[in-house]
């Protein structure tokens, strides 16, 4: 079958000095990485891993994802058939001596047969760095045909209590899901995207960083660090190199647009913003519209998701021919009964859109299985062709993870609308 690891080395046949990615840093010079480059850079990655040991089956762990070499040595892991595993460097807000100690165990249980880290990692387990693995001079290797069910990827939770469970994601599973999701966006190869969502949560794994390498959508990658620091990046790199698509958790578009004063960006460009992983408020989106209208952001460019690492990533999203839809609701009587009753006073809420083709989304009664109506509220089960094959080794959450009809209970509260909008 058509791989991901495929779509990259035809878009370097078709298009090799076209970019694949820039990575802006506000410490150094911007680099840039052709298709070409990143095929090559991948042929020797899979070279390093071979001579470690590293073969089909096998697990990559990849810490530290702001750096040139990433791509090359995830799509290195690919190519010799190994499953990629992206991790969240150490941070401020855990321990160190806490983080090491966890990420043992973790290793321990995956079994993972090598991990690599961006050079600024100090890692106090066994590891190489990226550079080292992308610039192996060895031997070249055969690439590994996959099979659709083949494990592609395992996707971990960032939290630091969630890191037990790690998603199963096939070949066929994201393959499929980029299909859906990349029409349902009208994703096209002269579209871009700018992003400085850490590669280690579905976001920005999935939706700015798996799916442009199969549509050959290029993307403008940003540090997750200097952009907290420098919330305004963000909008430069979009001005700068043209960026149609940005995904945002809630919580970014309240901070941009209190955080960020004056500057003459043209933001014209989006064709979508992308509201996701995090429940949608207008709040956020309204003071978002408001400050960056001016700066030539369509009000009709922003968006929402509804997205979880289980189906990939995205249930639910809206689109221009499926705009964001509002609904005002009696406040006691969705707090006490979960009942979206319209009010004129209230609490606003906002749809996530409806879902991407090929999912089935159905909301189901809190205490039971029973199936409920349009505006009650219940927890949101879905069934799609892209749904996960459940957590890495963790038998004792497998047990009954689907329902006899293929539903996944994602644990989420939800209702739908009478256009079959989900909130």
């Not at 990046?233 to 919580?251: C, E, G, M, Q």
Request: net charge negative.
């Amino acid at each position: 079958m058509r791989t991901v690891l495929d779509a990259v080395l035809e878009h370097a046949t078709q298009r090799p000095a076209e970019p694949c990615f820039d990575l802006v840093s506000l410490r150094a010079e911007e680099q840039r990485r052709t298709w070409r480059e990143v095929a090559e850079g991948a042929a020797r990655a899979a070279g390093f891993f071979a001579g470690q040991g590293v073969g089909r089956g096998d697990t990559v762990v990849l810490i530290g994802t702001h750096h040139v070499d990433f791509v090359a040595c995830w799509l290195g892991a690919v190519w010799v058939g190994a499953a990629p595993c992206v991790l969240a460097e150490p941070s401020v807000r855990v321990d160190r001596e806490v983080y090491w100690s966890r990420l043992e165990a973790l290793l321990t249980r995956i079994g993972a047969k090598v991990v690599v880290t961006a050079p600024a990692v100090e890692a106090k387990v066994v590891a190489s760095t990226y550079t080292a693995a992308a610039s192996y001079a060895g031997a070249a290797v055969a690439k590994v045909d996959a099979a659709e069910h083949d494990l592609l990827l395992l996707q971990h939770s960032s939290g630091t209590t969630g890191l037990q469970k790690g998603v199963m994601l096939s070949h066929g599973a994201v393959m499929r899901h980029a299909a859906s999701y990349g029409r349902a966006l009208a994703l096209q190869p002269g579209d871009r995207v700018a992003s400085w969502l850490p590669l280690y949560h579905d976001m920005g794994l999935i939706a700015c960083f798996v799916t442009p390498l199969i549509a050959g959508v290029p993307v403008t990658w940003l540090s997750p660090f200097e952009w907290v620091a420098q919330p305004a990046s963000l909008l430069a790199a979009i001005d700068r190199y043209r960026a149609t698509h940005v995904w945002l958790p809630n919580f970014a578009y309240g901070f941009l647009a209190q955080r960020v004063r004056g500057g003459t960006w043209d933001l014209s460009c989006i064709k979508a913003v992308i509201n996701c992983s995090e429940p949608v408020t207008a709040e956020a989106i309204d003071a978002f519209s408001a400050r960056f209208g001016g700066n030539g952001l369509a009000a009709s460019a922003v968006h929402a998701c509804y997205a979880m690492a289980e189906n990939v990533f995205a249930v639910t999203t809206t689109s221009p021919a499926q705009p964001i839809r509002r609904r005002t609701v009696a406040l006691e009587a969705w707090q006490t009964r979960h009942e979206a009753v319209e009010a004129a006073d209230g609490v606003t809420h906002v749809s996530s859109g409806v879902p991407v083709e090929g999912c089935e989304v159905q909301i189901v009664a809190v205490d039971s299985a029973r199936r409920i109506g349009v505006g009650h509220g219940g927890r949101v089960l879905i069934r799609s062709p892209f749904l996960f094959d459940g957590y890495f080794r963790r038998d004792d959450l497998n047990a009954g993870l689907f329902g006899a009809d293929g539903f996944y209970d994602t644990g989420d509260l939800g209702y739908l609308d009478e256009a079959g909008h989900l909130y």
